[in-house]
């Protein structure tokens, strides 16, 4: 089985990815992890302003037989919150990479998502 | 084997049997009514389904038809011993005299005092244990409760800084949870490749901050613990307390005691180990034996023999109480009943029969048991295949499916207790429920089961959109 | 008859089926099967004679014959109602029985419509959106709904408040479920029998948790101040748990209109006889909680047919799944319990159920004032309505009040040196006349 991987973005062993917007990052799961979980059923996300160190767990992503926690790949301050997401967990089965995403971040440091897997270091941890 | 279970269904409505309020409510709005309190303190209406005695009666029928009990068929449920339920046991707890209020005194209910008294004594000798209370309602509130003992007697030693409990990867969910609601840390154990404790791990995970092991044996793989005077040393000298969950204490009656092993709590599955039925999830009971040193602290009220009769009493060092009254007191007659009828010749043989009937059932599967020697539940993996669609494909197969997917050291694991209850005939007829599901193509099973009350259910829809009563249902 | 062995009558093996068995798996004995160090086996006997199942009764049947046949005018959080013969008989299938926890719906569809239905009626008494199915007992329960508040968002503080009158061994309980936390538990004043609001204004502040009442209060008065409590809850941004009992509920305000945010009780007075305590714990809470809930969960969604169906649903917050992080320990539960209750309440309907409830009130006010009639007796204590039990205080000593009515075949509970409880039902309405009458010669 192959995943998708897009190039355009940086990942961590836990499997969210970061994509740099303008300098807000975006944090969503990979298309692996959603395959992992399965039908995602329930998504618990942080609220706006939150402050996030970096590993910290964010929030918390359900199928209807595992419970995985989602953890901010770099620190800073929650900026946005797809509260689409939340209402139709199914997003982020069918677009983990797009609709999907969980949470915008302002990170503490601006050249944190540098040191981030690339893509090509992501997909060899995959296999 | 195939078995068409009862499946009523209306042909004109998307509906099986309808519910109870769906086939009329009645509302009562009480301002019509002449009763004896000011409105202040009442409430404006009640709505309740209207069914007269025959259709209750009826409903109710109907809805146990499209339930699989023990009784229906072969429960390999591993872990959950889904054995025979005797029924005169239901005779003897239905007994009016024993039915009495939990606030009487004790001068007043020697004979109820006197069954606890018997039955306390029997589960200590059963157990290998000094003292046992049967307060606790349930095993993970017997889990509780002994975790709640050894917390009162570090802190009565001044030992109060031992913060943690050990529990292995392999043990039951409850463990790791009644730990932590008696506000532990849990460390958990990383098995051995053998699928049993990992002594170097155990070694490096005990210190002065541990308070106890939890630990079942049997495991859930079936295997003994077979370094067991090892483990519990290791637990014991690092100042820890040694605690055994019963929930496979089947395999050892007659053969092994949890006290013998150098345990110093337990606690008794009564509805696993001593045949009081499941009853669609309860009620069950979860009695504790402990050790001497340990009986000071059992819960309150404990029931003891002196020199004219059985009191209640307080415990020197008690933690309180697990349970309002006097726990799941209809459960405890029938846990009685139940060991008084197999006596020593009968609970040896049960262990023999449990054992022999897994490795019986175990030896004629075409699929592979990674962990041996198991003894009465053994772990297959359904290999490629993923082990909940297997279950669901067994369902038409007229058995219940084993637990699946759990406990995950064994790749789709198949957690499976045929319990002594069954004869060879069942076996082989479970087996080939297996084999023919283990040889089937998995693509086939999307469309399982057929036979059942019910065609497979969209678990997924019920968790995305919650729907806990009538209230969120359209009536048909 | 079923055949007799040498072991268990419960295991179906013949000789030489247990011989084939051995054959196949390739050993000689059971024996050789258990892989048990010789050093831990344990080769003694227990003790314990194999009796007949005829034995068994006629022996249990003489130890409950020691049990003093007394009329039990007893309550105090356990209570027995009439239970009709078609729940015993129905529910007593061998199917509902002999089932456990519905892992696999497809083949569980009736229990988990039954539990469904349970859930859906206490839905509709408490007015609160979400109850599981279900908690040991009402003590258990509370417990419950107390943890559950140190996980909430937006609840907060570390001080939980019970009523210094509550049913005995709730706090106790409580305590224990609240041992592995930093709250701290305090009782608040009651005034004549029913909360003192002052003293309770007095003690909630920013750092109250949670406020626990009870209504009907442990004696018996209805409680006329649960909108004020829960007010005061609200405003520290407290929970506010009510304790209640499903019979009450037929009548008194429906706890969610009230501002309650928990309900709890033991729904057992409705589905089991007085069975020394043994419960059913009703937990029923708001939506805003749902994912904080303990227990089971049973949910309706749809099978592959298009048709309605049930399920257990939100599994992950169970201890199966989310392990040291789950909602609760609890596992095994009352399920069977709950059945019976559903199809008690059933057999009641909304008629039968406030008929029952009125009794309850109209039955505690009868024998209050014929026992007030009595010279040196004062019932109710209490100026309040009463549902079920009241108060009452002796000029005598209580305890010799007591025992004078043990000799007469009355049971009733001692508070203190000169206070009596007592609680009636229709099952001990007949009895009245003759409780008034020992009381009169009692306090003679």
């Known amino acids: 089985m192959t995943y998708e991987v897009p190039e355009d973005r940086r990942y961590v062993a836990t499997h969210e990815w970061v994509e740099d ?60 919150v797809n509260e689409t997401v939340m209402d139709q967990p199914e997003l982020v089965n069918e677009d983990p990479f797009g609709d999907g995403w969980m949470i915008e971040i302002e990170p503490t440091a601006a050249d944190a998502v540098d040191e981030l897997l690339s893509a090509a270091e992501y997909e060899d941890q995959l296999e | 084997m195939i078995y068409d279970q009862a499946r009523w269904r209306r042909t004109e409505e998307p509906v099986y049997e309808p519910l109870s309020a769906e086939k009329a409510e009645r509302t009562v709005d009480l301002d019509d009514r002449d009763v004896p309190l000011p409105d202040e303190l009442t409430r404006d209406e009640v709505t309740l389904p209207r069914l007269s005695e025959p259709e209750l009666a009826r409903h109710y029928t109907r809805l146990s038809q499209m339930t699989y009990g023990v009784d229906s ?18 005779d003897v707890a239905a007994d009016p005299a024993g039915l009495i209020h939990p606030h009487r005194g004790d001068e007043t209910t020697q004979g109820t005092l006197e069954l606890c008294g018997r039955l306390q004594d029997y589960l200590a000798r059963i157990g290998g244990m000094d003292a046992v209370t049967l307060q606790p309602p349930a095993g993970a509130a017997g889990e509780f409760t002994g975790i709640r003992i050894a917390a009162n007697y570090h802190d009565h030693r001044g030992e109060s800084h031992r913060d943690e409990v050990i529990v292995p990867d392999t043990a039951h969910g409850t463990n790791f949870a009644s730990a932590a609601l008696a506000g532990y840390d849990v460390i958990e154990l990383p098995s051995g490749d053998d699928g049993r404790i990992d002594l170097s791990a155990l070694e490096a995970a005990t210190s002065d901050r541990t308070a106890a092991l939890m630990l079942t044996n049997p495991n859930t793989l079936g295997l003994f613990e077979r370094d067991i005077e090892t483990i519990a040393a290791t637990v014991h000298d690092a100042g820890g307390l040694l605690y055994y969950d019963g929930a496979n204490l089947n395999a050892l009656l007659g053969r092994a005691r949890p006290g013998d092993m150098g345990f110093d709590i337990m606690h008794y599955n009564v509805h696993k180990t001593f045949a009081t039925p499941h009853g669609g999830g309860g009620p069950g009971a979860g009695p504790v034996g402990v050790t001497e040193d340990l009986q000071p602290f059992l819960p309150t009220p404990h029931i003891r023999e002196t020199g004219d009769g059985f009191e209640t009493y307080e415990p020197a060092q008690s933690i309180g109480k697990v349970h309002g009254f006097c726990g799941n ?32 059932l175990g030896s004629q599967l075409d699929m592979e048991i990674p962990h041996e020697p198991y003894h009465h539940e053994f772990v297959a993996s359904a290999g490629d295949k993923d082990a909940a669609e297997v279950a669901k494909a067994m369902l038409d197969h007229g058995v219940h499916p084993p637990t699946t997917k759990w406990p995950d050291i064994v790749r789709e694991a198949l957690m499976t207790e045929p319990t002594e209850s069954e004869n060879r005939d069942t076996l082989d007829q479970l087996a080939r429920a297996f084999n023919t599901v283990a040889a089937g ?17 969209d678990q997924v829809a019920a968790a995305r959109d919650v729907r806990l009563s009538w209230h969120d249902v359209e009536f048909e | 008859m079923a055949h007799e062995t040498d072991g268990s009558p419960f295991t179906p093996h013949a000789p030489e089926e247990t011989a084939a068995m051995l054959e196949a798996v390739g050993v000689q004995t059971e024996d050789e099967l258990f892989d048990i160090p010789d050093a831990v086996a344990f080769d003694d006997s227990f003790g314990i004679d194999q009796r007949t199942e005829r034995e068994i009764r006629e022996e249990c049947a003489e130890l409950f014959g ?41 083949i569980a569809q009736g229990f988990l419509q039954a539990l469904f239905e349970y859930q859906s009626m206490f839905v509709e008494l408490t007015g609160l959106p979400v109850v599981n199915c279900s908690s040991y007992d009402a003590a258990a329960a509370l417990g419950e709904a107390a943890t559950m508040a140190t996980r909430l968002r937006g609840v907060d503080g570390d001080r939980v408040l019970v009523p210094e009158a509550m049913v005995p061994g709730r706090r106790s309980v409580l305590e224990n479920y609240l041992a592995g936390t930093d709250v701290s538990i305090e009782a608040y004043p009651f005034a004549d029998g029913t909360v003192d609001v002052d003293g309770l204004r007095d003690q909630v502040d920013a750092d109250t948790l949670f406020v626990y009442l009870e209504n009907p209060t442990v004696y018996g008065t209805i409680e006329p101040a649960v909108v004020e409590v829960c007010e005061l809850a609200d405003d520290h941004d407290a929970l506010a748990t009510l304790g209640t009992d499903p019979v009450a509920m037929g009548l008194l ?62 599994q992950t917050r169970e201890q199966h799944i989310r392990r040291e992080r789950a909602t609760s320990n609890i596992c095994t539960n009352q399920a069977w319990v709950g059945l019976r209750t559903a199809m008690h309440l059933t057999w009641l309907g909304a008629d039968g159920l406030v008929d029952l409830a009125s009794e309850c009130v109209e039955l505690a006010a009868e024998l209050a ?42 049971a009733v509970h001692v508070l203190d040196d000169d206070h009596l409880q007592m609680c009636v039902t229709e099952l001990t309405a007949d009895a009245i006349d003759g409780l008034v009458k020992a009381f009169e010669e009692a306090t003679a």
């Open chain 1, 21 to 80: 917007r303008d300098g807000i990052v975006r944090i969503g799961i990979t298309d692996f992890a959603q395959d992992e979980l399965g039908d995602i059923v329930f998504v618990e996300l942080p609220q706006v302003d939150d402050e996030l160190e970096a590993e910290e767990a964010f929030g918390v992503i359900e199928s209807i037989k595992a419970v995985s926690d989602l953890y901010a790949p770099v620190g800073g301050t929650v900026t946005d």
């Open chain 2, 73 to 90: 068929g072969p429960y390999p449920l591993g872990s959950c011993t889904m054995k025979y339920n005797p029924k005169f046991t239901e």
């Open chain 3, 369 to 410: 004032a014929r026992l007030d009639e009595i010279e040196g007796v004062t019932a109710p204590v209490y100026e309040a309505h009463h549902f079920r039990e009241f108060v009452a205080r002796t000029d005598a000593s209580a305890k010799s009040v007591a025992d004078a009515l043990v000799g007469a075949g009355y």
């Open chain 2, 441 to 457: 193509d998995e693509d086939d099973f999307a469309d399982a089961p057929r036979r059942t009350s019910a065609r497979r259910i």
């Open chain 3, 66 to 106: 020691r049990n003093d046949e007394l009329i039990e005018f007893l309550g105090r959080g356990h209570y027995g109602h009439y239970i009709p013969s078609v729940v015993d008989d129905v529910a007593g299938r061998s199917e509902f029985l002999t089932s456990y926890t519905q892992y696999q719906p497809e």
């Open chain 3, 253 to 314: 305000a429906e706890p969610a209109s009230q501002g309650v945010d928990v309900v709890i009780g033991d729904a057992a007075s409705l589905g089991l006889p007085t069975s020394h305590g043994m419960g059913l714990g009703l937990f029923a809470t708001r939506d805003t909680f749902l994912r904080q809930v303990p227990g089971r969960l049973v949910g309706a969604t749809t099978d592959d047919d298009g048709r309605r169906a049930y399920t257990l649903t939100l």
């Open chain 2, 329 to 360: 007191w209809l459960v405890l007659i029938k846990a009685f009943a139940y060991i008084a009828r197999l006596g020593d010749p009968g609970l040896a043989d049960t262990s023999a029969k449990a054992v022999l009937n897994a490795n019986y």
